[in-house]
């Protein structure tokens, strides 16, 4: 059964892995990774990731990318969106922490966060509008 616009919204701003996928190009299947992200409902989702990385130079080639989340329990939900670009900023050190802790808590956010800061690398936050939604909960099986 599809979900409410209200129910969709709220799944996808719980924090969930996402599955990040864009087109990779002529011959060849989309890129598809996991991927942390941040939503609030109603707004643009943002995703971070380095500024060379492969991810950023085809999101920006192609102007759009889609997102899925998914669990099964307690029962099997989904919500994918896709959508424009809305726009790519140089991300700042409060969007890595704020990504960060909505994924991991205590010694391990603060260990990811250390690493993230001497071995990744510069990064750039990219925004979309969420366009198009599909949206399920299955039920439990």
């Known amino acids: ?3 409410s616009k209200e129910d969709r919204e709220e799944f996808l701003a719980e924090p969930h892995i996402g599955a990040l996928s864009v087109s990779a190009g002529v011959d060849r299947g989309p890129l598809t990774v996991p991927i942390w992200y941040q939503y609030s409902p109603g ?3 943002w995703v971070l990731t380095g500024t060379a990385s492969r991810k950023h130079r085809l ?4 102007g759009l990318f889609s997102l899925m989340v998914e669990r099964t329990e307690p029962t ?3 919500v994918s969106v896709d959508g424009a670009v809305s726009h790519i900023e140089t991300a700042t050190d409060a969007q890595l922490e704020e990504v ?3 994924y991991l808590e205590g010694e391990s956010a603060d260990r990811y966060l250390e690493f993230a ?3 990744l690398g510069e990064n750039v ?3 979309m509008k969420p366009q198009h939604w599909l949206s399920a909960d299955l039920g439990s099986f």
Request: aromatic content about 10%; charged content about 30%; glycine content about 4%.
């Open 76 to 78: 099997t939900r989904y």
């Open 59 to 62: 999101i920006e080639a192609a």
């Open 1 to 3: 059964m599809a979900l």
């Open 125 to 127: 936050a990219i925004y």
């Open 43 to 45: 707004g643009d989702l």
């Open 100 to 102: 960060t802790r909505r």
């Open 117 to 119: 800061r001497e071995n």
